[in-house]
RNA sequence: GGAGAGGUGACAGAGUCCGGUCGAAUGUGCCUCCCUGCUAAGGAGGUGUGGGUUCACGCCCACCGUGGGUUCAAAUCCCACCCUCUCCGCCA
């Protein structure tokens, strides 16, 4: 949710709200709204003021006095009834008008659509394309079998077995143990959550079409694990001295993938169920731009020490979602493609899903909303992939990265799975 | 799934039957001060959140799980929902 009054104070602000595509018609009609609620509010205010003085007049009168009281004061509730009525019309047209306006753009972030990202870096040497892409290689291999899947589920599952297995468990591991390094707290958190978490964590309305739904229990399968940790501090005031307050959450991750038929059919890359390890940070405003860049370097480290290639981009102004003040994809080299594509991402979300989650700190006596961000640790199913190409030898074997041995019985090679 | 009990401030715990003087007794904790070889004990005062308005002191509004309703007036009455606990059943 934006912040009112600094979208009507603070000219850089609007000005990043309008990159990335708010209208100054929006704008300004949002503020116009707003300035309509104050205005009721105080008549509604003083309106209930005198009422409350009425009615005590009343518990204080004798029995004669009151019949007269009472008429007088029924006067006063049907004004107020209709001047309430008011304030809900003008409440919601805020609330709505606010939802539309975005977070604003840091100014470091470019301005554009998608094609329109800065490269920051590229690291490592580009795989040539090997004999096969990461769909065979694992179905020759027998530890990736997406046709059992589809006649177990449908299209976009997958079962992964033997080595793959103990492949993502290694990764699971490894990235957790690295993050707790880092202070990061570890969760396994709720799949399963309620509608307002998901509005509260920004992803309802918007991507209502990606979630699955249980209608009959009212609850939702999240699409990330980013919904469980957004909403540890609902509601809370945190003390400033207990940030940044880092989590780094693992959970299963649902998501319908409506509108890409045909995108990313085969393998691992685009499916309805996968495993995340994802970061989330709950920082003080002043540190928050330093908790992005650590983000990001933790990212860049997890494939740099994964011998995968990669490049660091950062997202434009218009592609960076609503909640985002500024993003950075993290994109592996993908040897069949001969592309890069996104395998992780980190975003600072300042204030603007704290402040609908309610949760602040406490500082000096004075309370404040604090910043938010979120990062991907290690999408499994994509970092699998990665691993495969990446790493697929010319006889068709795959080579484990070496930080990941300790983490899987020292396992050097992935061969033909027997039986 | 069946049967009960309950959700009040940092916590504990009154108030709810019989609506008004209840933003809410009391205790603990916390803060300031006094007393005191040290500590403990003791004494005095203070101690919720959000919002509106004001240069400011202040004044006002809202909040007793959530949302509706009844009423001049609701923590208290009515309805729905959410959550917690206990017992039974079932279960990884």
């Given at each position: 949710?934006?912040d ?34 104050r205005e ?19 518990g ?7 019949p007269?009281?009472i ?13 309430e ?5 003008a ?5 709505d ?10 100014e ?5 659509g998608?094609e329109?990202f ?8 580009r ?7 990461h ?11 997406t ?16 080595d ?6 290694a ?11 880092h ?5 396994v958190v ?8 998901m ?18 229990d009212g ?7 980013e919904?469980?940790?957004a ?16 989590y780094?959450?693992?959970s ?17 890359f685009?499916v ?11 920082s ?7 908790e992005l ?6 990212e ?5 020490e ?6 660091v981009?950062t997202v434009?102004?218009?592609d ?20 890069y594509?996104e395998?992780?991402?980190c ?5 603007y ?19 938010t ?10 970092t ?12 068709g074997?795959?080579v484990v990265p070496?930080?990941l ?13 027997e039986?």
């Amino acid at each position: 949710m934006i912040d009112l009054r600094k979208l009507a104070n603070d000219t850089d602000y609007r000005d990043g709200a309008i990159r990335k595509g708010a209208s100054a018609g929006d704008i300004d009609a949002l503020l116009a709204s707003e300035a309509r609620r104050r205005e009721v509010l105080t008549a509604v205010e003083n309106l209930r003021a005198e009422q409350n003085s009425v009615s005590k007049e009343i518990g204080r009168a004798t029995p004669e006095d009151r019949p007269a009281k009472i008429e007088a004061a029924n006067t006063l509730k049907a004004k107020l009834g209709a001047l309430e009525d008011e304030l809900q019309t003008a409440q919601t047209a805020v609330t709505d008008l606010a939802l539309q306006i975005p977070n604003p753009a840091h100014e470091s972030v470019p301005d554009g659509g998608e094609e329109d990202f800065r490269l920051e870096r590229e690291v490592g040497e580009r795989t040539p394309a090997g004999p096969k892409d990461h769909a065979e290689l694992g179905e020759s291999l027998g530890i990736v079998d997406t046709e059992r899947a589809v006649r177990m589920s449908g299209s976009r599952f997958a079962y992964i077995f033997g080595d793959a297995v103990r492949l993502q468990f290694a990764l699971i591991q490894w990235t957790m143990n690295k993050l707790m390094g880092h202070d990061f707290v570890p969760a396994v958190v709720p799949v399963l959550v309620r509608e307002d978490m998901m509005v509260d964590a920004g992803f309802f309305p918007t991507d209502r079409d990606q979630v699955y739904e249980l209608e009959k229990d009212g609850l939702f399968l999240v699409g990330t694990s980013e919904v469980g940790l957004a909403g540890i501090h609902r509601g809370e005031r945190l003390d400033a001295a207990e940030l940044p307050k880092r989590y780094v959450g693992y959970s299963s991750c649902f998501r319908r993938e409506a509108g890409t038929y045909g995108k990313d059919t085969a393998g691992l890359f685009r499916v309805h169920q996968f495993d995340k390890v994802e970061m989330f940070v709950y920082s003080h405003p002043d540190t928050a731009w330093d908790e992005l860049e650590l983000l990001r370097t933790l990212e860049e480290e997890i494939f740099t020490e994964l011998e995968i290639p990669y490049r660091v981009i950062t997202v434009a102004s218009g592609d960076l979602g609503n909640a985002a003040a500024k993003k950075y994809d993290i994109e592996a080299w993908i040897p069949s493609q001969q592309q890069y594509r996104e395998v992780t991402s980190c975003s600072n979300y300042t204030d603007y899903s704290a402040r609908r989650m309610g949760t602040r700190v406490k500082e000096d006596g004075a309370t404040t909303v604090l910043h938010t961000l979120n990062g991907t640790a290690c999408a499994i199913g994509r970092t699998l992939l990665a691993i495969f190409e990446n790493h697929q030898q010319s006889d068709g074997t795959i080579v484990v990265p070496e930080v990941l041995r300790p983490y899987c019985g020292g396992l050097e090679v992935i061969g033909p799975r027997e039986a």
